[in-house]
């Protein structure tokens, strides 16, 4: 059982899946959408990455894109090429889908809840096409310290491997 913003969810005694360290873990409903084997509606899928819309959605457009790989949280992420390429990959087809879906809203916002925050164990990046529906969800989903949701260039920064230097 996990407990994520006061709701607590049992988690389906299913086949284990394997982090991207080869490590086993519980069942994942991601892990299923990427495998194509849930009835979502994918609106991207690459052998990289899947993307669908959020199943209880906080603004005009939310949309979720996942690794295909399993990784579990934004914690299991290090600063290595393949980490920065991997969520740079994902919010270019983020910042896609909004342009195609939701060009002319007010603002796009892409980002991550982080541990303890996060409602499932499989990273995932909220894409969000603004205004908030209904407009106090944005509390979710609005950056705060070292807790809570991190911006999806923040994010970048903080995996560049290769940071470049102040002019």
């Known amino acids: 059982m996990s407990i994520c913003f006061g709701v607590s969810r049992a988690r389906k005694s299913k086949s284990a899946k394997h982090t991207m360290d080869g490590q086993s873990t519980d069942y994942c409903i991601f892990c299923d959408i990427a495998r ?18 959020d199943i209880n959605p906080s603004a005009f457009r939310h949309y979720l894109v ?62 969000l096409a603004l205004p908030f529906t209904p407009a106090w969800k944005q509390v979710k989903y609005t950056p705060v310290g070292r807790l809570g949701f991190i911006g999806a260039n923040k994010m970048l920064e903080k995996l560049n491997p290769r940071p470049t230097l102040p002019s």
Do not use: W
Not at 44 to 49: G, I, L, Q
């Open 36 to 53: 194509g084997a849930t009835s979502t509606s994918i609106l991207f899928s690459d052998e990289k990455v899947v993307a669908f819309p």
């Open 66 to 127: 996942i690794p295909v790989e399993h990784v579990p949280t934004v914690n299991s992420l290090e600063k290595k090429p393949e980490h920065y390429e991997l969520v740079n990959h994902m919010l270019k087809v983020g910042e896609e889908l909004l342009n195609r879906d939701a060009p002319n809203s007010v603002e796009h916002r892409f980002g991550f809840h982080q541990p303890p925050f996060n409602s499932i164990d499989h990273l995932h990046l909220h894409c």
